[in-house]
């Protein structure tokens, strides 16, 4: 790291999230070990923060800038933060397993509340005999006009990447979504 940063404050972007480690960006690409200052932290993946450079290969985030997003689960006992500063979420389903109706429609609600665009992503649409039923368990959503990118993502993955190219997202589903 260059040593004029070393003492001074930078800002950079949250990368990672390691229990209270968090891995920052910074703008030059380095990406420095950061922790927060005191016991609880509010930091998601995402956030912009600024950051006071406390050794050549560690840093404390001082304080978190404004936020354009935040996306978090919650339940009677507590938040979790997931990320901020999102573009659009990206809510992978398949034709196989079977998916969920409520974690598709729990997802878009939070999409529109944080007003962030939304992707469903139907994986698995080589499985030609379960596909059908996959689009019209989502013809709901589509009628809403929520966009949906059929592909396969063993063969077709590149298929998504326009749809990711200048976009911070972030990628939901069920395990066994793919």
């Known amino acids: 790291l260059p040593i004029s940063r070393f003492g001074g404050r930078v800002n950079g ?7 209270r480690q968090y891995m920052v960006e910074l703008a030059d690409g380095t990406i420095l070990p950061c922790f927060p200052r005191g016991k609880k932290s509010e930091i998601a993946c995402g ?7 406390t050794a050549e290969d560690q840093g404390v985030v001082e304080r978190i800038l404004p936020r354009t997003s935040l996306l978090y689960r919650s339940n009677e006992i507590r938040q979790k933060l997931i990320a901020a500063n ?8 398949a034709t196989e397993p079977r998916f969920s109706d409520e974690l598709v429609t729990r997802a878009l609600l939070a999409v529109e ?3 962030i665009e939304a ?14 039923t ?8 589509t009628r809403l006009g929520y966009r949906v990118l059929e592909l ?3 063969k077709h993955a590149d298929d998504l990447r326009p749809h990711l190219q200048g976009k911070t997202s972030v990628l939901v589903g ?4 793919g």
Do not use: W
């Open 47 to 53: 956030d912009n923060v600024e950051l006071q450079q």
């Open 86 to 93: 999102v573009d659009q979420v990206v809510i992978v389903v």
């Open 134 to 141: 996959a689009r019209q368990q989502l013809q709901a959503f």
């Open 119 to 132: 992707l469903i992503v139907l994986n698995k649409c080589d499985l030609a005999d379960l596909l059908p």
């Open 152 to 154: 396969s993502a063993l």
């Open 113 to 115: 509340d944080q007003e």
């Open 174 to 177: 069920q395990s066994g979504m």
């Open 13 to 19: 972007r949250v990368i990672a999230a390691h229990g």
